[in-house]
């Protein structure tokens, strides 16, 4: 049974940090690139950051790039999102999500998502 379980979340002040971790198991970690969204209260679902299977790839929306850094560690079938200079705006549910390709849309995992709230 795939599950993809993440963590991390939680209240920070602007210009605070963030890691959230995602824990994946039930499918073949390293197979599978991990991507990370975000949902703020009444917007749509959107991409923030993906990683190939190996770690050896990454591409970033622009809005994240500089801020956000994506990793994964196989040996821990973790993906990681590194979180910096948050702002109010970042305040949304988090979630990650494991693909069998780089940019397809079929056959993915998503998990439950960890709330990140940016206030002061």
């Known amino acids: 049974q795939v599950q993809l379980v993440e963590s991390g979340g939680g209240l920070v002040q602007p210009g605070g940090s963030l890691t959230l971790s995602c824990v994946a198991s039930?499918?073949?970690?390293?197979?599978?690139?991990m991507r990370w969204y975000r949902q703020g209260l009444g917007k749509e679902r959107e991409p923030l950051a993906r990683?190939?299977?190996?770690?050896?790839?990454?591409n970033y929306e622009d809005f994240v790039k500089g801020r956000f850094t994506i990793s994964r560690d196989n040996a821990k079938n973790t993906s990681y999102l590194q979180m910096n200079d948050l702002t109010p705006e970042d305040t949304a549910m988090y979630y990650c999500?494991?693909?069998?390709?780089?940019?397809?849309?079929?056959?993915?995992?998503w998990g439950q998502g960890t709330q990140v709230t940016v206030s002061s």
């Open positions: 990683i190939t299977g190996d770690g050896s790839g990454t």
């Open positions: 999500q494991a693909s069998p390709t780089f940019w397809g849309t079929r056959g993915v995992h």
């Open positions: 039930g499918f073949t970690f390293s197979s599978y690139s």
